[in-house]
């Protein structure tokens, strides 16, 4: 996975372009995990009681 | 003359700061739909309504940060030893351990104040980066200038703009997340209507941290 975008300059050298749009998804995927994780978390201690 | 009902909620977000929050809302919303939506393959001229809901949201931010200095209580947004205690405790009962209970909070919780932290850091840096950016359009105020800085140099720019924007989407998942959660849907009606119940007020906060009195504050 890459995490920056690249071009080459008229040199042939490598430019920064900014950060990879792949990582896109795994922001995302963060977001949807920290809410499973914590629903799962109240959902149980929440079942058993305080 | 003061109503019954009056007496029995006490004031949490004052009109110009829920102004505030929901313009801010509208604008972020607008400014990761015309960020985002063309690199998922929608086509559309996104750059003006991106710059000027970028221009909005900066001047947005001014307006918030001279707001909570001098008309808000600006204190009540900062992490204090009292919250790191309280945070502690709170920790060391969710994984199980007997100890005394967490402290109430005064008008914001130890996660709140963080979330604003993490918030105020990213927006600040997608405000400062855009404002760089808007160098290299032209607009009916400006004409393009983009030998400000070399090429790499923008990159460093364009390369912390994308990861701010990015990170905006899982903050902003978390932030709704939460305010959707029923045992905090008490906190978000405040966000339309300005007030909190007393016994919620009392349930959930520490008079002393957050005196009644100060309110909207």
Same mark, same amino acid.
Do not use: H, V
């Given at each position: 996975m890459e995490l920056f975008r690249f071009a080459s300059s008229v040199y042939g050298q490598p430019v920064l372009l900014g950060?990879?749009?792949?990582?896109l998804g795994w922001f995302v995927g963060a977001g949807v995990a920290f809410i499973v994780a914590h629903a799962t978390y109240k959902a149980v201690t929440n079942w058993r009681g305080p | 003359m003061v109503r019954a009902t009056q007496l029995e909620q006490v004031v949490r977000h004052r009109l110009p700061d829920r102004l505030y929050h929901w313009t801010m809302a509208a604008t972020v919303l607008t400014l990761l739909g015309t960020g985002f939506l063309p690199i998922l393959g !929608?086509? $559309?001229? !996104?750059v003006m309504a991106h710059w000027i809901a970028g221009l909005v949201l900066a001047t947005l931010v001014v307006l918030h940060i001279v707001r909570a200095s001098f !008309?808000?209580? $600006? !204190?009540?947004m900062v992490v204090g030893i009292d919250d790191v205690y309280s945070g502690w405790r709170a920790i060391t009962r969710a994984f199980g351990r007997q100890g005394p209970p967490p402290l109430k909070p005064g008008k914001y919780s130890l996660l709140q104040k963080l979330y604003h932290l993490a918030v105020a850091a990213v927006i600040l840096a997608l405000v400062a980066t855009g404002l760089l950016m808007l160098l290299k359009i032209d607009t009916p105020l400006w004409r393009r200038n983009p030998?400000? $800085?070399p090429d790499h140099a923008w990159g460093v720019v364009y390369a912390i703009h994308d990861l701010c924007a990015m990170s905006v989407i899982t903050l902003l998942m978390a932030h709704v997340y939460f305010a959707l959660r029923p045992e905090k849907l008490w906190m978000s009606r405040s966000m339309i209507h300005g007030w909190i119940s007393k016994t919620d007020y009392r349930a959930h906060h520490d008079p002393a941290r957050w005196p009644q009195q100060q309110g909207g504050r």
């Open positions: 950060a990879s749009w792949g990582l | !929608w086509k $559309f001229e !996104w !008309w808000l209580d $600006f !204190w009540s030998y400000w $800085f």
